[in-house]
């Protein structure tokens, strides 16, 4: 199978409610998948799910071939899986330089007694660290603090910090959230140049704009559940999606209130 | 435009001086229920949160009931008369069905135990349920009771956001009308976020649609109806088709 | 049913358990009590919290100004208010003290009412003039500002009520006993029962407040969704206000009721209970009221058992006998916070601000190779008279004494300033270092010099001073093994129980130490390379510059070691850990990793520091260890700011006993008093306006300077002297004058020149943050919800 991420009845669930259920998801190697849903659909959960900061109740996660199962969010990351926050998240004392190094550098136990000696060291990732500024047009905000960034910049940096470790999946929890649409359409062209680099794309957003013009193949989230899958034009058409989006026509019962009380619960906003 | 009970003039508001919603022209008059549409991240709970004095407005002017609420405290806003219902509902989840109402009560004893009965008379489902906590409803009983909260304290400004979030439609559909009596028996004006935009059209006077922090369209429901294929194009980007 | 007779010895085996367990019961029912107080005071704690989603940490401060108050009304009718005559002059003040009855004891209600009116007034100052302001500042500094509050007190008190330690009266029953309690064969005081049942009602009436009253129900309902009650039209600020009073008059209550059953009052001991009582309160959640009374009284009879009746037990360790008693707090708090540690009430603020930015070390090589040698000249003595006359002794001890405190600010910066880790333990852990150290240089044990030294190996300084730091380190890192489950502010509850037990089970403990009455251990005279490097000077005075000289060293290789670590890969993930810790661990930084890393080396870092400062005095004793000590030398670290090196410096230089207090010392002899009192003040304060704190007073000094010193230039100097000209002629002139001359007995007229250019300058560097601060505000929100999204 050529799936670099692969859930399988994937099911979280915060005291009996269920905020995601049997999701089963593949992202292919070298390719944009989206994933898509009104608020309070789930898509968080799911991210924090993949990425170890919530618990699992059933169901797997691959990543690579190996089971995700009881690996920490950090180690994760350090073996490719990265993602982005919705909130951001940037370490606000550091320069940008630095929160991509932060990303970047592998450490030891012993590192600190490097660092009494001599903290400036060379430390082999900057190449790499130089590529993610570049890509995203930061450059020359390298030695900036966060803080005194514009929140298009700062979305950027957030991006740029994850590209820093050079993953082989990034996941991007709602990047264009707060962009104006330039800013946005642009974020999507910044896509397509990641992609070149071998690095695959996992995106959940709500701006349906972006996500229908760059993703290869998008699954729609709702309650919890997949409704729909396909490329963008299929979920375009779907009228599942459009009744998820839009509430047009009503449809069977569901689990009430499962994802609104999940969403309380894991703070996603 | 002195009658209008709320008029929100060429607002600009969002975070950190960032504005998220930019140069918004919103009126609401006794009475009307107005929809606030548009996709997510457009900007409407920030105007909403704005409108309560949450947040701080970047610039313009908001007018409740024919006075500017700028700078004053929300807490004081709200005892003028507005009521916001919140799109976490922001329910006290440790206290009873019974306490969360009561703290939506003002006035003397007598107008309290009438305008607890009114509230309660629009969402009878809440009726056996009132020794229950707050956190141990289901989503429909938590949103009917934010809903009841905010109507106990016989508002005339009514603020709704999101109703529908993480509710069934069918759930929706039976709490939409209530939005639509309230308006009729009380004389209050009613400001609704919704992303549920045929539902939302359907009890609303009037609508909104913002879009990337910019109003796209206005008009009546009825016109907004009629522009179906152009709302859709601002809800799933893209092309109108 | 029993199957015939049992056997004999059985019998007499069950009558012998069964006298025990009688006797296990009744010394149980004693500690009622005691549980009784810390239940009033827990419910304080919770009130607190309920209404301001701050742990209270001077609840135990008021409760024991309010005691006090309450003592001296009763006995001699002396009403005094919680502050100091502040004033410059001693014929116009601030009232304090008023003598109501000529010396005679009052009536009785009137002293209720009188010290609980106090109470209502420290409730709404506390309210108004701190945790007001600091409603939206980050959680460390609410933390703060509830030790800022502790600090206060604990110096209003020592200088109100000095070092007294009288005996209270009982206030319930006094002198009655139950003679043979219950058939349990031991006699109980009826005040222990009546301090019980006193708790058990006013949490009846506490509880029905909070579940009738409409103030009652708003303030559970704002704790548990703020945005939620201010959208229901309640201000926050009038229920926090409501809940201080409560807070306080139950703060008051305990104060007062406390009798006999807390022993003798002492200013620190009394404010030391707010350990049991928080151990109650985090039993019941931060929130439950009947589970918290129900947690202290529980505290109170597993206390009394331990230390009656399990003490004499045979299998019990002699040496854990003294501190038995306190450690049953300590534990009850880690365990808590150990298992449910997360599932506490947080409470979600509609705004927070963040931790001021730690700002990157510049030019740090520079600096070093310019102030080692200028504080070197400074400490041997410029040749002259002008500065120095009659200067020497105090000169070089406070000197020194600053150059100590700074290396002890520097473990505060690595900890609370680059990881967000507010611990409070660091004072334990110096002590620690002195105390191991202490025994490992010894070397025979009593003589006829001094009859109470400690015999041990004596190993030489260096070596014995390493295994000092070492245990330091150990004991640090076990304090730490909680903070990797325990979020900020929890932290400090369980780093200030841990200081405070520490302090009753080891430092304290004879058994332990092996300190018999209160004496210190000796430290010889340290040799480096055959030359005298010790304090002690040739005239018996520690003033030795070669001493301050070894300080200076050390402290700028730990300066030196502490920005390398902020420039470097460590320093990177410190801060991003106490940014974000979600984040951090996204970034493949290991969180709990880097957390006991930095506990680690800030252990290490208070080690040194308390090496240094036991080399200093020439001795150590359970006294300089005390958790009062640590928090002031907190309180001097944040004023400075918690954030930079030169914070650390700067704590250093105001510190008790530093440069500036000496110099301030000079001019008014009192000072030394005031010296809580103005770093509970400082820190408060800072909290409030500034939590960067003014380490900024160093910029306009050194901005100008591209190569500092070696190479400025007359063109340098000119602009930062045409920038402060004012300033310092202004500072000056004041200091020429002297400062306060209504108030000074003896003072150094060249000193007095400096130290009025010293607070010239600080007080502009305060006024300029609070111009930036208003700036800064006429700008909307600029640090409101993160989430952008609509």
């Given at each position: ?269 | ?167 069934a439609p069918i759930i929706v559909e039976r709490m939409l009308p209530i939005v639509r009596r309230i308006a009729d028996d009380t004389g209050a004006g009613v400001l609704m976020v919704e992303q549920h935009v045929g539902l939302a059209l359907s009890v609303a006077d009037r609508g909104y649609v913002l879009a990337h922090g910019e109003l796209t369209m206005e008009g009546s429901a ?20 | ?751 007095a020149i400096v130290l009025g250019i010293f607070l010239v300058l600080f007080v502009r560097n305060i006024v300029n943050q609070v111009r930036a601060a208003k700036a800064a505000k006429a700008l909307p929100d600029t640090n409101s919800l993160q989430e952008v999204t609509a």
């Open positions: 199978m050529s799936a670099l991420l692969e859930t399988n009845e994937l099911t979280v669930s915060y005291g009996g409610l269920h905020a995601n259920s049997n999701v089963n998801i593949k992202a292919e190697k070298g390719k944009l998948t989206g994933l898509i849903g009104p608020n309070g659909a789930g898509k968080t959960t799911f991210i924090d799910a993949i990425t170890g900061f919530t618990n699992v109740s059933s169901g797997r996660a691959e990543f690579d071939g190996n089971d995700l199962a009881g690996v920490l969010p950090s180690d994760r990351a350090k073996n490719g899986l990265v993602r982005t926050f919705q909130s951001l998240e940037l370490f606000e004392d550091l320069t940008v330089w630095d929160n991509l190094i932060v990303m970047a550098e592998q450490t030891k136990w012993w590192s600190f007694l490097a660092d009494i000696v001599k903290p400036n060291r060379v430390l082999g990732i900057e190449e790499q660290a130089e590529w993610a500024l570049n890509l995203l047009g930061l450059g020359e905000h390298r030695d900036k603090l966060t803080l005194d960034l514009s929140h298009g910049q700062r979305k950027l940096v957030s991006v740029a910090r994850a590209l820093a470790a050079k993953p082989s999946m990034l996941l991007l929890d709602e990047p264009a959230a707060g962009l104006d649409t330039v800013e946005s359409q642009q974020l999507g062209k910044h896509l397509r140049e990641i992609l070149k680099q071998d690095i695959s794309i996992f995106l959940i957003d709500h701006d349906m704009g972006l996500v229908l013009s760059v993703c290869d193949y998008i699954y729609v989230l709702d309650f919890g559940k997949i409704i729909a899958e396909g490329t963008p034009e299929e979920v375009r058409n779907n009228p599942e999606v459009k009744r998820a989006y839009l509430g047009e026509t009503a449809g069977e019962m569901q689990a009430e209130g499962g994802a609104a009380a999940a969403r309380t619960l894991s703070g996603e906003g | 435009m002195s009658e209008a009970l709320l008029n929100i003039v060429n607002l600009n508001a969002g975070y950190g001086g960032i504005p998220v919603v930019r140069e918004l022209n919103i009126h609401v008059n006794p009475g009307e229920v107005v929809a606030l549409l548009g996709p997510n991240g457009a900007g409407k709970t920030t105007t909403l949160l704005t409108i309560s004095g949450i947040l701080r407005p970047i610039a313009g002017d908001i007018q409740l009931l024919g006075s500017t609420t700028i700078g004053e405290r929300p807490e004081k806003i709200a005892r003028r008369g507005l009521a916001h219902v919140a799109e976490d509902r922001s329910l006290f989840f440790d206290l009873t069905v019974q306490e969360n109402l009561r703290l939506g009560l003002t006035g003397n004893r007598e107008t309290r135990s009438k305008s607890q009965e009114n509230a309660l008379d629009m969402f009878p489902a809440l009726r056996p349920l009132l020794d229950r906590r707050a956190g141990l409803l289901s989503g429909g009983e938590q949103q009917m009771l934010a809903m009841a909260r905010g109507l106990a304290s016989e508002p005339k400004m009514l603020l709704v956001d999101e109703m529908s979030l993480g509710l009825q016109q907004l109806r009629d522009n179906q294929s152009l709302l859709e194009a601002s809800y799933l980007g893209g092309e109108a088709h | 049913m029993l199957l015939g007779a049992p056997p004999p010895f059985l019998i007499s085996k069950i009558r012998e358990l069964r006298g025990e367990m009688k006797e296990a019961i009744a010394y149980s029912i004693m500690g009622l009590g005691s549980g009784g107080f810390y239940a009033l005071m827990a419910m304080g704690i919770v009130v607190a919290y309920k209404g301001s989603g701050v742990i209270n940490f001077s609840h135990g401060a008021i409760a024991m100004y309010v005691a006090f108050q309450f003592y001296n009304l009763r006995t001699e009718g002396v009403f005094r208010l919680p502050w100091f005559d502040i004033l410059p002059t001693s014929w116009l003040n601030l009232p304090v003290r008023f003598n109501l009855t000529d010396g005679q004891p009052m009536n009785f209600w009137l002293c209720v009412l009188l010290a609980l009116l106090t109470s209502v007034l420290i409730g709404a100052l506390i309210h108004y003039l701190v945790f007001k302001p600091l409603r939206n500042a980050a959680p460390l500094g609410k933390v703060i500002g509830a030790i800022g509050v502790m600090t206060y007190f604990l110096g209003v008190a020592s200088l109100q009520f000095g070092s007294t330690i009288p005996n209270p009266e009982a206030v319930l029953f006094k002198d009655v006993l139950f003679k043979n309690f219950l058939g349990l064969g031991l006699p109980v005081s009826v005040e222990a029962l009546a301090l019980a049942a006193s708790a058990i009602i006013v949490g009846a009436v506490l509880w029905a407040i909070f579940r009738y009253t409409r103030t009652g129900l708003a303030t559970r309902a704002a704790a548990g969704n703020e945005k939620g009650a201010v959208l229901l039209g309640y201000s926050p600020d009038k229920l926090a206000l409501f809940n201080w009073v409560l807070a306080a008059l139950l703060a008051g209550l305990a104060g007062i009721l406390a009798g006999t059953v807390t022993g003798s009052l002492s200013v620190g001991k009394f404010t030391a209970l707010i350990v049991p009582a928080l151990g109650a309160a985090l039993i019941g959640s931060m929130s439950s009221i009947p589970l918290a009374i129900a947690g202290a009284l529980l505290i109170g009879a597993l206390q009394t058992f331990t230390s009656t009746w399990m003490v004499g037990e045979s299998w019990f360790p002699s040496w854990l006998q003294s501190g038995a008693r306190d450690a049953i707090p300590l534990i009850i708090i880690v365990a808590v916070l150990f298992l449910k540690g997360k599932s506490l009430p947080i409470r979600g603020n509609i705004e927070e601000k963040r931790l001021p930015l730690a700002p990157y070390p510049k030019r740090v090589g520079k600096y070093v190779a310019i102030f080692v040698p200028l504080g070197f000249l400074f400490a041997a003595g410029l040749p002259g008279d002008f500065l120095w006359a009659g200067l020497t002794g105090n000169w070089g001890f406070s000197f020194t004494a600053s150059l100590v405190a700074a290396m002890f600010g520097l473990s505060f910066i690595i900890l609370a300033g680059y990881v967000g880790q507010i611990s409070l333990v660091q004072i334990s852990l110096a002590g620690t270092a002195a105390f191991v150290t202490a025994r490992f240089v010894a070397n025979e044990g009593p003589s006829a010099e001094n009859p109470f030294a400690v015999g041990g190996p004596h190993w030489p300084w260096p070596l014995a001073s390493l295994m000092g730091i070492i245990a330091a380190v150990v004991v640090g890192l076990i304090v730490a093994i909680p903070a990797l489950r325990i979020r900020g502010v929890q932290l400090a509850v369980v780093t200030i129980a841990a200081s405070i037990s520490m302090w009753t089970l080891f430092f304290d403990n004879p058994s332990a130490t092996k300190l018999q009455g209160g004496s210190a251990y000796e430290f010889g005279t340290p040799f480096f390379f055959g030359i005298d490097i010790g304090s002690t000077s040739s005239s018996g005075l520690t003033d030795n510059p070669k001493y301050t000289l070894f300080c200076l060293v050390v402290l700028a290789g730990l300066c030196v070691v502490v920005a390398n670590l902020r420039r470097g890969s460590t320093g990177r993930r410190f801060l991003a850990v106490r940014a974000n810790e979600r984040a951090a661990a996204s970034a493949g930084v290991n969180v709990p990793g880097t957390k006991f890393l930095a506990f680690g080396i800030a252990s290490a870092v208070a080690g040194v520091a308390g090496v240094m400062t036991a080399y200093q005095t020439g001795s150590t004793a359970a006294t300089n260890w005390e958790y009062g000590i640590g928090l002031s030398a907190l309180a001097f670290c944040y004023l400075g700011g918690i954030t930079s090196i030169n914070g650390a410096i700067l704590g250093g230089m105001i510190a008790g006993g530093g440069i500036v207090n000496t110099f301030g010392s000079f001019h008014s002899p009192g000072l030394y008093s005031y010296t809580a009192i103005l770093g509970g003040l400082g820190m408060i304060a800072t909290a409030i306006i500034h939590p960067a704190g003014q380490a900024s007073i160093f910029q306009p000094l050194m901005r100008h300077f591209g190569s500092w010193l070696l190479i400025a230039r007359g063109k340098e100097w000119g602009v930062v002297l045409k920038r402060l000209w004012p300033f310092l002629l202004g500072g000056g002139a004041w200091g020429a004058i002297g400062i306060n001359p209504w108030r000074t007995d003896s003072w150094n007229r060249g000193w």
